[in-house]
């Protein structure tokens, strides 16, 4: 295991001698950034500290049972950390104050910035909840219950069940422990894997009923027009699943999702199989992102914005 | 770990003392069936057998990266051993030859009925590919790739990606050491999880558009009528995944899916929450299965089967 910055052992001694810790979370929270602030929270408590954490973002309820005590001046904090947080621009305007200052930053992300004063972070993992997994050991906190759920959200969310590239072997192992240790994996499954809400069922159904296909089908996009959102009340959460769709149907090597923001401003979300690369076609356009998941905003019309991405996929699929 | 009739170990030495070895799966098969039995022919032809593998129905293009060796009377079998099969029914009709003289049963069904000669059975476990990589351990096989790629294929596919209830801690062990043998988990989940058939996705579309929702909508029901069936020219693996999705959305608690066979008769699947029991239900019009998931056939008109099974659901909710 590689650490940027300090190992695991160190990184849990830091938080043993700390006390008043706020723990930080990336804005548009997931279930990573919440299940392992959730986890290092109740290892923190259980070792008689004080502490509790902050979101740029409320929490949306679906994480309600992670029982996550939100800071709001209980204390004034001494030491910061900041859980997979890769940049501090990341952390959300609210919390300027702090993210200058953030004393430990505990990530996976391989891109992280380095913004903290020091850094436990293995990019090689598939979720911060599995390095936590081991700060938390490293700690000497026993996994109870509700380290083990808040473990478990991270590791499922962000592996999408065990299905993604970076699951390893190690991955598995540490979702065994968790389930030994009384991680109710059902509930957590049925909540963020067996559920959808009536909002993105409708976005669904627009999705499939207005997708278009190019280049002997090789690329799918869909539009979601900021009609259709508004229509739908949507929030994130019910638009996050949505861009897998075009990319997951049989032969489609690029999937398409453009969002509308406003009258002239589109969100370009692009995903790939191994046969493009979504970075590439992202960049074309002035965004970025991962080999098979990247992004792009655009300002024109929404015909000027289909043109300009289906340009830069077939590029791709020429390549 | 019980096992009805043999240990896992005496199933293993049966197996090492046997020769000509026919494997059988269940019809209309699975990646469990399937994979269990790739992973089973491997060890055998690694301990020098002559083995291959019979099921009822041509195994779908899907799985043929299992490189199941499929019998044509290459030998005459002197040994028979069925896989995940809780039921010499679920055979088929052209396995008739052998449904009476099974040897060895291997499988996780608590449902088994016996009617091998030994069973090798742990109704507690997920997925046979679980107790298929005891069985394959005791053999004394070495766990390469290809038992290793079949076993996570069998163990994926019936747990739903380590989602349903049944998963255990010793799931993600198994899971970690088929891993630790090579198992290529992003090829296996990328073709079961990350892509769907045009075929599904047009079924999918049809679903969406007319769905209905029954009682304050803890109720969701979609029809498949012959006509769509037919024009999607769909094959059961396309319309697998389809009846997960009623149940799937939020807040409904009984999900239906009614298919039609033909004119008058009309298959009815059942999926619940924990707030209603999907056997209770289908048992009500003469079906049958497990809490969460169960079915039943009539004969009648399409209105017909509509309201019989709504009448059983309103029963089953104001339980």
């Known amino acids: ?33 919440l299940g392992s602030a959730a986890a290092l929270m109740y290892a923190l408590k259980a070792k008689g500290k004080v502490c509790a954490v902050a979101c740029h973002d409320i929490i949306p309820a679906k994480y309600d049972f992670l029982g996550i005590e939100v800071y709001e001046n209980q204390f004034v904090p001494e030491f910061v950390v900041a859980v997979d ?12 104050a702090y993210s200058a200052d953030v004393d430990l930053c505990i990530d996976h992300h391989p891109s992280n910035t380095g913004y903290a004063k020091y850094v436990c972070c293995d ?51 540490v979702g065994a422990e968790l389930l030994k240790c009384g991680a109710q994996h059902n509930f957590i499954s049925e909540r963020f894997f067996m559920s959808r809400s009536k909002k993105t069922i409708e976005l669904e159904k627009y999705a499939l009923n207005t997708m278009e296909y190019f280049f002997d089908d090789r690329c799918a996009l869909i539009v979601l027009t900021k009609d259709i959102l508004d229509k739908v009340q949507a929030q994130p959460s019910d638009i996050d699943g ?43 356009l002035g965004g970025g992102g991962h080999t098979r998941a990247a992004g792009c905003e655009v300002i024109c019309s929404l015909e000027g914005a289909k043109n300009a991405i289906l340009r830069e996929v077939e590029t791709a699929l020429c390549r």
């Open 242 to 284: 949505i861009s897998a769709i075009p990319r997951s149907i049989e032969g489609v090597d690029v999937g398409i999702t453009i969002r509308q923001i406003n009258d002239s401003t589109f969100k370009i979300s692009v995903r790939t199989t191994e046969r493009a690369n979504a970075s590439e076609i992202a960049q074309g």
């Open 85 to 96: 947080v890769a940049d501090q621009k990341l952390l959300g305007d609210s919390m300027a």
């Open 1 to 33: 295991m590689i650490n940027n910055g300090i190992s695991i052992e160190n990184a849990a001694q830091m938080l043993l001698d700390a006390d008043n810790i706020l723990i930080l979370c990336h804005k548009n929270p997931d279930g990573d950034t």
């Open 123 to 173: 990019g090689k993992l598939p979720a911060a909840a599995q390095l936590m997994y081991s700060v938390v050991v490293a700690m000497g906190a026993e996994i109870d219950v509700n380290i083990a759920n808040s473990l478990y959200t991270g590791l499922m969310t962000d592996t999408g069940c065990f299905k993604f590239s970076s699951t390893t072997a190690e991955t598995h192992i």
